[in-house]
């Protein structure tokens, strides 16, 4: 097991290192790609998508957390570049919106408000035990759809980044259960 703490350093070191990949693949495709330095949402749900679909073809345990990194820290991009809300742990209902070029602080405080929600859940819905690193891969799977879904037909970003927020929370319980 891994501490939050350090579940989150690797997390947003991951992040960095996967934004640094992206700008520099940007440069060498040219011009038409320097566009993507103005990330949107629809920017990372692709990514985040063909992360998970990565995730669910590959077989070693190493690989499979190598991947569930790779997903949080897109999400995290994601949520630096897009905004985002986070989670009223007493209501289970997001919070206010927040706007966009969020530092990692806030992006970390609003992952932590539903990794607390994500705690608090009574046994009305889930059954209490831990899970292994598949019952995670069928969450994220569930959660990217719905991220993709809620992209396509509602207006703004708001709720695909509520879906974002749900998905970086999923990899930091998986990462902390399962190490990194």
Known sequence: ??????????????????????????ITQGEEFIALFNWRTEDFLPMIYHQTGLLLTTQPTSQRLSH????????????MHGGGCGRDVNTGNSTNFLEP???????????NTERQYQDELGSGRTDGRSHNISGFMVML??????????WVTSPGDEYALNEIRKIAAICVL???????
């Open 1 to 26: 097991m891994l501490s939050r703490d350090t579940v989150y350093e690797v997390v947003f070191a991951t992040a960095d290192d996967l934004e640094q990949h992206y700008k520099d693949w940007c």
């Open 68 to 79: 569930i990194k790779n997903v949080a820290g897109l999400c995290v991009l994601a949520m």
């Open 101 to 111: 070029s969020l530092t990692r602080g806030k992006v970390q405080m609003l992952i």
């Open 141 to 150: 799977t569930y959660y990217v759809e719905r991220a993709f879904k809620q």
């Open 174 to 180: 998986c990462l902390e259960l399962h190490g990194g």
